[in-house]
């Protein structure tokens, strides 16, 4: 199935580029791109929750039941919104299912800080984990937003 997935990926890649890229408008086609860069590193980080269960494993919170479980079920949640982001009717309930998830993975990224033996990196580099999964809601929450809507040009 993960072999399937990757064949995919390319396919699906280009086809939501020609669909929505096709528009005159900038802002339209940044926002393509950057829903295609979301998509290809949720299904990539998704599919690696099959390729390498053991990494994933390691960070599991030991308090959180059925960690194996766990980990294929968020991994096939990365890939199944991934995709999803992919389809036009989908797209923006994808959008909420990403900041679902990364609010849901939070606990392991707080817990790799708090053990930062099991990923041998510099201090800095585990801090800054942390914002990122902001930094993934915030991205997320942008593809919630329809195409047409204009953002407020001031607090």
């Known amino acids: 199935m ?3 997935g990757f ?34 590193f949720l299904v990539f980080a998704g599919s690696m929750h099959f390729a390498r269960p053991e990494f994933f494993l390691k960070i599991m919170p030991p308090y959180l039941p059925f960690p194996m479980g766990l980990v294929l079920i968020s991994g096939a949640f990365e890939i199944a919104i991934g995709m999803s982001l992919g389809i036009p009717r989908l797209s923006r309930v994808a959008a909420w299912g990403i900041i679902a998830l990364m609010l849901a993975v939070f ?29 993934f809601i915030l ?15 001031s607090l």
């Open 139 to 153: 991205w997320a929450y942008w593809h919630t937003r329809p195409d047409h809507e204009k953002l407020p040009t």
């Open 107 to 135: 606990p392991a990224n707080i817990y790799l800080f708090q053990h930062q033996d099991l990923l041998p990196a510099p201090p800095l580099v585990h801090l800054l984990r942390l914002p990122m999964q902001a930094v």
């Open 7 to 40: 064949l995919q990926i390319p396919f699906f890649l280009s086809n939501l580029v020609r669909q929505r890229a096709s528009t005159k408008k900038p802002m339209k086609k940044i926002k393509v791109v950057s829903k295609v860069v979301l998509a290809g």
């Open 2 to 4: 993960i072999q399937w």
